[in-house]
């Protein structure tokens, strides 16, 4: 069963937009990760966020865990042609680090 | 270094057939992991190994086998291939339990007729 869901499972806005996706998991986690996928290609890891953080940022990236809703949002500020792809979220239960997807959002960004 | 790497990119098999897929990385990486990624289900972990020699069952590891016997290489086989397992297959490695980034290969897509 899957851990995480994703919303929306898609998003289209215009270039310069913010995109903001959001995941919920179901159990206690170590950490929650996000990555990315170009069409046809391999994950990217984008960024990680520990139980214990409730806000991380990297570049365009923002991300938020809320661990009392058991919850994650994901924000590209002035989103650009180049990020459409799909974006993942992966909770990390501990131990072997067996990460747990979600099914994604699938994001484009018209020129 | 070439990170990730999987062979071969490609492959259709006939029900019933047998294949291995393998998973090289050169990071000297403990840790690595075989998903399979289906249409709106995201990635699911079939196997692990935490170290050479080791492996584990992850989520989905009905029909597949694993093989670790050089901390480089993660093997995986399908013995007997079904329709079911056509797939988009990824393989991930990850330094060591210090760390928590994983790293993936550019996939394996399979197709069983």
């Known amino acids: 069963s899957q851990q995480g869901e994703e919303d929306p499972q898609a998003l289209s806005i215009q270039e310069g937009e913010n995109a903001t996706m959001n995941c919920s998991y179901k159990?206690?986690?170590?950490?929650l990760q996000w990555y990315r996928q170009n069409s046809g290609r391999g994950l990217v890891h984008l960024i990680l966020i520990r139980s214990n953080e409730r806000e991380k940022h990297s570049g365009r990236l923002r991300v938020t865990l809320d661990t009392s809703k058991k919850s994650s949002s994901l924000l590209i500020t002035a989103s650009r042609a180049a990020d459409t792809a799909s974006y993942f979220c992966?909770?990390?239960?501990?131990?072997?680090?067996?990460?747990?997807f979600g099914q994604g959002t699938r994001l484009t960004i018209n020129p | 270094n070439a990170g990730v790497t999987q062979t071969p990119k490609f492959r259709v098999l006939k029900t019933g057939q047998s294949m291995t897929l393998l998973c090289a990385q050169d990071?000297?990486?403990?840790?690595m992991y075989w998903y399979r990624q289906d249409p709106g289900m995201g990635l699911r972990l079939i196997h692990y190994?935490?170290?050479?020699?080791?492996?584990a069952k992850g989520e989905v590891p009905d029909g597949y086998n694993v093989s670790r016997l050089k901390k480089q290489n993660f093997l995986l086989g399908l013995e007997s291939a079904a329709p079911s397992q056509t797939s988009v297959y990824f393989c991930?490695?990850?330094?060591?339990?210090?760390?928590?980034?994983?790293?993936f290969g550019p996939g394996t897509r399979l197709t069983v007729l």
């Open positions: 991930a490695s990850r330094r060591d339990h210090g760390t928590d980034t994983q790293y």
């Open positions: 992966a909770t990390d239960l501990g131990g072997a680090q067996k990460l747990v």
């Open positions: 159990t206690s986690i170590n950490n």
């Open positions: 990071m000297n990486h403990e840790y």
């Open positions: 190994s935490v170290g050479e020699g080791t492996t």
